[in-house]
């Protein structure tokens, strides 16, 4: 592609260039690392004969194809990541990564378009997110260079798309950043264990200050290069240490629980098998008083089965599991703050259903009282292959495919929206046979789904003294552990049967970005951007503050409406569905 060649010509070569790619990814087979290794190695070759394609091409459709065909062939780099299990392998394909990006950043040097700026985001994007898996997998020592040489590249393909980007592809490469920030500071922070005669794991002191000492060292460059980006500087990146074991039992001394409370580490991540759990440090910190140290525990329950049912399908490759943490002989009942837990989802699952409907693979919790299996819910990665909840106490646990439909929504626009909450335990079974999509939901019934997604501790929430409303109420569990998580007020009346608003929505739902998924809310300088498409939210119609909350939800795709946000629509059970969807996909 060169300046002397015609527009024809330069179209059909990209075209050619599209149609090679296509065929290429098309064949790819991904088994072994071997075969990860050097299909990196192709894709970083294939980005830098599409950046010589680039370096004087004059024609804005020959470049858009281009950077279609660099796009398609990073999509491969996810296949590649899954296969790579050491840490040798996983060095060479950080470094070819590396390379990709900084082809990726001489081709978006002189990007022209909206459109272009914005494929080389989502490229970029999949680069990350495959790293975020590559990783996990590097020697920790040299965890921290490789994730530095892969931000810097990927930070200034960024900066080079910022100006004509737009506030979706911003939104979608900061949770790009975070997650691949929070792999490199764990596998820069991974804690060496040492397995006792028993099998548990006792982990050593001085391992753990090691640790803390890297994963913070991690987060301080990290963060360097995340400021002096256009697009990702407002992402929150904070210190986490990973502790891996292949037994059922880890111990953390009492002196090692000290540690962590006195460092800047926020969680703890501890793999048990198949099993990981996020543990945050005010939980642990729980099991200090008894000054025998913690017990993490995670044990194959043989004699606990999952049976069929009408509401899910049981799997039987995913084992019966209990997790327990204890202080030391004494088991915590209740967390102060939740632990997330990921459960394997094996690839003969996979395989079988197919990776769209193992979104609807949910976490099932064994009540042993009624006997009975609950959903608790859970959200599907399709990079690490597993299911994520949080939970507020520990019992049995294991997954199962959900399945059912709400038969209101048969033939109505939010069908799949409203299933998937049917099938993640947000909306019962016994309002399934209520539902109705386009009537209009309350404050009440839309706190209910809300505590719902956020598993919150309904049991022990501490009762709240807001004047209307009562015990005898339904939902009066959902709003007191509400405002317990600090969602809604403590003491204000909260009008529990007014119908919810588009504008009521924003204020939980921003609230929400913030507080559970490190969210921030856009600066004032980004509002007239971001709102540019609706006509009924300048600043004489609205307070900065309600300008602000419209702004966050529609950067993140939680809520968008054609030309008028219309503040003071009531939403219907459907659109709040589709919503809180929307939220629980960011």
């Known amino acids: 592609l060169t300046p002397e060649a015609s527009k024809e010509d330069q179209i059909k070569a990209a075209d050619k260039a599209l149609e090679t790619v296509n065929e290429m990814t098309k064949n790819i087979s991904v088994k072994t690392e071997t075969e990860a290794v050097q299909t990196a190695k192709s894709l970083d070759q294939t980005i830098q004969t599409l950046d010589n394609m680039l370096v004087n091409s004059n024609d804005a459709a020959a470049r858009q194809t281009v950077l279609n065909s660099a796009e398609k062939a990073t999509s491969v780099l996810v296949n590649v990541a899954q296969v790579i299990t050491t840490s040798e392998a996983a060095k060479e394909a950080a470094s070819s990564v590396t390379s990709l990006m900084k082809s990726m950043g001489n081709i978006t040097a002189n990007v022209t378009a909206a459109e272009e700026a914005v494929t080389a985001m989502n490229t970029i994007d999949l680069a990350l997110n495959a790293s975020s898996e590559i990783m996990k997998h590097a020697d920790p020592v040299v965890a921290l260079q490789l994730a530095t040489d892969i ?32 792999a490199a500071i764990e596998t820069a922070g991974t804690i060496s264990v040492t397995k006792a005669a028993d099998g548990s794991v006792s982990v050593d002191d001085a391992a753990v200050s090691s640790a803390i000492k890297a994963a913070t060292e991690a987060v301080e460059k990290l963060n360097e290069l995340v400021k002096s980006s256009k697009v990702v500087s407002d992402v929150s990146i904070r210190p986490s240490v990973k502790l891996t074991a292949d037994t059922d039992k880890i111990n953390l001394s009492p002196s090692i629980i000290d540690t962590l409370a006195q460092s800047s580490i926020h969680d703890i991540s ?18 200090a008083a008894s000054g025998e140290g913690a017990n993490i525990l995670a044990n194959r329950m043989t004699q606990v089965t999952i049976p069929s049912s009408t509401s899910y399908t049981p799997l039987n490759e995913v084992p019966v599991m209990e997790f327990k943490l204890m202080a030391g002989d004494k088991e915590v009942p209740v967390f ?74 048969s033939k109505h626009k939010a069908k799949a929206q409203v299933n998937y909450l049917l099938r993640k335990g947000i909306i019962t079974s016994a309002e399934a046979k209520k539902f109705k999509p386009d009537s209009n939901i309350t404050r009440a019934e839309f706190a209910i789904w809300v505590a719902r997604i956020l598993e919150l501790d309904l049991e022990n929430a501490p009762d709240v003294k807001i004047k209307d409303v009562t015990k005898k109420m339904a939902a009066y569990p959902s709003i007191k552990a509400l405002a317990k998580a600090g969602v809604v007020s403590k003491t204000a009346a909260f009008k529990p049967q007014r119908v919810v608003t588009r504008e009521y929505a924003t204020v939980i739902l921003s609230k929400l970005l913030v507080d559970y998924k490190e969210n921030s809310k856009p600066a004032k300088k980004e509002l007239d951007m971001i709102l540019v498409g609706y006509s009924d939210t300048d600043g004489k119609k609205l307070t900065n503050a309600q300008r602000t909350r419209i702004a966050h939800v529609t950067k993140t795709g939680i809520m968008q409406y054609d030309k008028k946000f219309k503040k003071n629509q009531k939403m219907t059970y459907a659109e709040a569905a589709v919503v809180l969807y929307n939220y629980m996909k960011k």
Request: hydrophobic content about 40%.
């Open 270 to 287: 501890v793999k048990i098998g198949a099993v990981n759990f996020d543990i945050p440090k005010a939980t642990l910190n729980q099991t």
């Open 336 to 409: 102060d703050q939740p632990v997330k837990v990921s459960m394997q989802v094996p690839d003969t699952i996979i395989s079988q259903y197919g990776v769209d409907a193992v979104q609807n693979v949910s976490a099932y919790l064994f009540n042993e009282d009624r006997k009975e299996w609950i959903n608790v819910g859970g959200t599907y990665d399709p990079i690490t292959k597993t299911v994520s909840f949080d939970r507020y106490h520990f019992s049995i646990y294991t997954l199962a495919m959900a399945k059912g439909q709400v038969s209101a929504v």
């Open 151 to 182: 931000m810097k590249e990927a930070v200034g393909t960024l900066n080079n798309c910022a100006a004509l980007s737009n506030p979706q592809a911003a939104e979608s490469a900061k949770t790009a950043i975070q997650q691949f920030a929070k």
